[in-house]
């Protein structure tokens, strides 16, 4: 199998701040095609226009959604699609953290469903699955998921957790249905298109949500952006798919993302709530 020759035109999002931002600065930096999503114009005109200064490259397109709310998602794929023939890359990487800046109560998306739920999983599964044909016809090309060590099985009676209300629950779970997403999609999409891999990229980085809810950090930016970008570039995961990887080492995840009865659960459940027909 033949790897994408550079550069490659990958979509992060999330680019606005931290890990999505040093990623987007990296892989600019090397001559790809970097399409920064964000959900402030703001703070997306400024990283655009960093990353030009800094890298020496052109201006990078700039693409602005919420992805609380699905119709946004649903018009960012098509504004992707619009302004490239090709994807190489999609780097699911935008979340909600366990508590602050977006808060510790339970709160819900524009479409009702469990905040964090919603952005750390129905929003990527939902971009990914939008933007999957334009990803095939790029093959090989690659669907990155930054995800979490942070795992909970999902409660199928309980999916939006209505019930005894947790941060960190509410952030764990919705990471094991990103992964778990992550590998059924895998298993449906031949490795030679379209590989899928999930990654938890570091811990307790230096980002905005983890200052703020966490205080100090552990590891260091650079090795998030370092793990994340060996899914996104290196030669020798060519053809590799339906993996999970803490930092730059395979891993496993939970449980429960083994558990092809409940992935395919998940998976059913999750299209119903994005309201897409799946592949």
Not at 159 to 180: D, V
Not at 248 to 263: G, H, K, P, S, V
Request: aromatic share 4%; net charge negative; with cysteine.
């Amino acid at each position: 199998m033949t790897p994408p020759t550079t550069p490659r035109t990958v979509l992060v999002t999330g680019a606005t701040d931290g890990l999505g931002r040093a990623l987007a600065h990296r892989l600019a930096g090397e001559g790809d095609t970097v399409l920064l999503h964000g959900r402030d114009q703001g703070r997306l005109d400024r990283t655009a226009q960093e990353i030009a200064e800094a890298q020496g490259t052109e201006r990078p397109v700039t693409l602005l959604a919420d992805l609380a709310d699905l119709a946004q998602v649903r018009a960012l794929a098509a504004e992707v699609r619009a302004t490239t023939d090709r994807l190489d890359v999609l780097v699911n990487n935008a979340g909600v953290g366990s508590g602050e800046p977006d808060g510790r109560t339970r709160r819900t998306s524009t479409d009702g469903h469990e905040l964090r739920f919603a952005v750390n999983h129905l929003a990527g599964f939902l971009l990914s699955l939008e933007l999957l044909p334009l990803l095939r016809a790029s093959a090989p090309a690659r669907i990155v998921n930054v995800a979490s060590a942070g795992q909970e099985a999902v409660d199928f009676d309980d999916l939006m957790l209505e019930h005894g209300y947790n941060g960190t629950s509410a952030y764990c779970r919705s990471k094991l249905a990103q992964i778990a997403c992550g590998f059924e999609l895998a298993a449906r999409v031949p490795a030679a298109e379209v590989t899928v891999n999930s990654l938890h990229p570091s811990t307790y980085m230096p980002t905005k949500m983890v200052l703020q809810e966490i205080g100090h950090s552990v590891d260091s930016l650079e090795d998030g952006v370092t793990a994340t970008h060996r899914l996104v570039t290196d030669p020798a995961l060519a053809g590799v798919t339906g993996r999970y990887y803490d930092r730059t080492r395979e891993a496993r995840a939970d449980r429960q993302a083994y558990d092809l009865r409940a992935r395919t659960e998940l998976w059913e459940r999750s299209l119903k709530l994005v309201g897409h027909a799946g592949i």
